[in-house]
C-alpha cells in the first residue's frame, strides 16, 4: 500500500511541476474555440500530444532513449508555424454561428483524433512538453514496472484535470473578457514565443518575439483598418 501511495504522489508531483504552464497555454486555446476549433479538438489534441511524451519518454525505463534532445527542439518551429499562420488568418466568429456549429456537428472520436486541429494542438503539447522528458526519462528509470503502470495512470489522469481547469478559466470574467478582447491577437503571439523557447532556452529572446510579433500584429490590423476605410 506504501508503493502505491508513494507511486501516486510522485505521479502527481512530478506531473504539477512540469506542466503548470500547460494550464496556460490550454486556457488560452479553449478561448479561441469557434465553429471549427472545437473543445474536442484541444482534448484530444492534448491527450495525443501527451502521449507522444510518455512514449518518448518510456526508454528510460527501457535503458536507452530514442529521440535524441537536440531534435526534439526543433520541434519548437511547429508552435512558431501555427502563431504566424493564425496571425496572417485571424477569423472572428459570432456566437450564433458557433452555436450553430455545435448544433449541428457531432463528428466521430476518431475523426476528431484525425483532425488538423487536433494534430496542431498535439504538436504544441509536444513542443511544449519537450523538456518534460528529462524528468521522466529517469523518473520512469528508477520505477518498477507497478510503480511505472501507476505514475502513467496518474499523468493521463491529471491531463484531463488540466483540460477541465483550463476550461472553467475562461468562465473567469476577467480572464474571459481579456481573451474575448485580446486572444485572437494574444495566442499566436504566446506560441511564436513559446517556439522561440523551446528552440533557443533564451528567455531574451523569447521576450523579444513575443513583442515583436504583437508589434507586428498591432501593424498588420492597422494596415488592414485602414485599407477598409479607404474602400468606404
Known amino acids: 500500500m506504501s508503493g502505491l501511495v508513494t507511486a501516486i504522489t510522485t505521479g502527481i508531483t512530478a506531473f504539477s511541476a512540469t506542466n503548470i504552464d500547460d494550464i496556460v497555454i490550454l486556457t488560452l486555446l479553449f478561448s479561441q474555440i469557434n465553429k471549427s476549433f472545437r473543445s474536442r479538438h484541444i482534448i ?26 537536440s531534435w526534439i527542439r526543433l520541434l519548437g518551429f511547429m508552435p512558431i508555424i501555427i502563431g504566424m499562420s493564425s496571425l496572417l488568418k485571424r477569423e472572428e466568429d459570432s456566437p450564433e454561428e458557433v452555436s450553430e456549429e455545435t448544433e449541428r456537428s457531432y463528428p466521430s472520436v476518431i475523426a476528431s483524433f484525425l483532425s488538423p486541429q487536433t494534430c496542431n494542438v498535439a504538436a504544441i503539447a509536444f513542443a511544449n512538453g519537450s523538456d518534460n522528458i528529462s524528468v521522466y526519462v529517469p523518473l520512469f528509470a528508477n520505477s518498477e514496472l507497478e510503480s511505472l503502470l501507476v505514475i502513467v495512470s496518474v499523468f ?26 485580446n486572444g485572437n491577437t494574444f495566442v499566436p503571439c504566446i506560441l511564436i514565443g513559446l517556439g522561440v523557447f523551446i528552440v533557443s532556452e533564451n528567455v531574451t529572446w523569447t521576450l523579444l518575439s513575443v513583442v515583436s510579433s504583437y508589434l507586428f500584429s498591432f501593424i498588420l490590423s492597422r494596415t488592414q483598418n485602414s485599407g477598409v476605410r479607404i474602400q468606404e
Not at 526508454?59 to 535524441?68: K, V, W
Not at 477541465?164 to 475562461?170: I, L
Request: include cysteine.
Open 44 to 69: 484530444a489534441g492534448q491527450y495525443l500530444g501527451f502521449a507522444a511524451l510518455i512514449a518518448a519518454s518510456l526508454p528510460g525505463f527501457l535503458g536507452g532513449l530514442i529521440i535524441p534532445q
Open 156 to 181: 493521463f489522469s491529471l491531463v484531463g484535470v488540466w483540460c477541465y481547469a483550463a476550461y472553467k478559466f475562461t468562465y473567469l470574467p476577467a480572464i474571459a473578457q481579456f481573451l474575448t478582447d
